[in-house]
């Protein structure tokens, strides 16, 4: 396991408003290279625009956040291009541009960005359709189509088009029955185990956490509480923590991950 001088994303001091409600004040994070970072919280503690902020498309109203060694707000636009087309992102409902096929909506940031022709760039989107889990059939359909966990594996190979370092993913299995929840976090271990690059996952998903995540981090009251392994966040005693790790669900995905390791084998 990597360790803190393996950071690729630093998040200090950061803070975000709207108007006069405060949303972040004050956070620290640190993501390192080639892990599983999970982030939780309750709703309306501002995880998605924590997301949004370190990807590039809010501003924070204070703070630092500082990808691959580079102050993101401070670049040039060109620079501040160059490294974001480092990210792979995917969005809650997946964002697919309904007028296009799988193909074409995986093919368009190869051609827009690594600028590749159309052939070439929808013969490597019809390789990400395939690592995403998707058949060869797919290629010509559209989103309206598509099942949930199509879609969210659609949206998936599109993240990964340009060969990302950072993967950021915000609610990946919301909308998903257990099934396919399920097999989207095999998916997403397995990919990052290939791939090796670095995950930033916004979740409520309990399930998603125990088989996917190596840290998490707890956003309440505006700021980080904790952010460590399971066993550490899971041991933290605070009001939210308690309820969500510590109720039904939490206790039932804790007992589901203790039977898929086994007594003898580390858990993550």
Not at 68 to 86: D, H, I, K, T, V
Not at 147 to 158: T, V
Not at 166 to 183: C, H, R, S, Y
Not at 214 to 236: G, N, S, Y
Request: hydrophobic share 45%.
């Amino acid at each position: 396991m990597s360790d803190a001088r393996d950071a690729i994303i630093e998040v200090r001091g950061l803070s975000n408003r709207f108007g006069e409600h405060v949303v972040h004040e004050d956070i620290d994070l640190d993501i390192r290279r080639g892990e599983i970072f999970g982030v939780v919280g309750g709703s309306g503690t501002g995880k998605s625009v924590l997301l949004r902020s370190i990807v590039g498309l809010k501003r924070p109203d204070g703070g630092s956040i500082r990808v691959f060694g580079e102050e993101l707000q401070r670049l040039p636009p060109a620079q501040r291009a160059r490294l974001e087309r480092r990210f792979g992102v995917l969005f809650q409902r997946g964002a697919l541009f309904t007028s296009l096929n799988l193909q074409e909506n995986v093919a368009l940031p190869l051609i827009e960005h690594a600028g590749l022709s159309r052939p070439d760039a929808e013969r490597i989107a019809r390789v990400k359709l395939a690592l995403a889990g998707l058949p060869p059939s797919s290629a010509g359909l559209r989103p309206d189509a598509l099942s949930g966990g199509m879609i969210k594996r659609a949206a998936l190979a599109r993240a990964l088009a340009l060969d990302p370092e950072v993967l950021f993913l915000d609610e990946p299995t919301a909308g998903l029955d257990p099934i396919g929840a399920a097999a989207f976090d095999r998916l997403l271990v397995t990919l990052r185990d290939a791939l090796g690059f670095s995950v930033f996952m916004v979740t409520h998903d309990l399930d998603t956490l125990y088989s996917s995540c190596d840290r998490v981090a707890v956003i309440a009251d505006r700021r980080v509480l904790v952010a460590d392994t399971l066993e550490v966040v899971a041991a933290t005693d605070t009001p939210w923590v308690r309820d969500y790790f510590h109720g039904p669900r939490g206790r039932a995905a804790a007992g589901a991950a203790r039977s898929r390791t086994g007594p003898d084998r580390e858990e993550r």
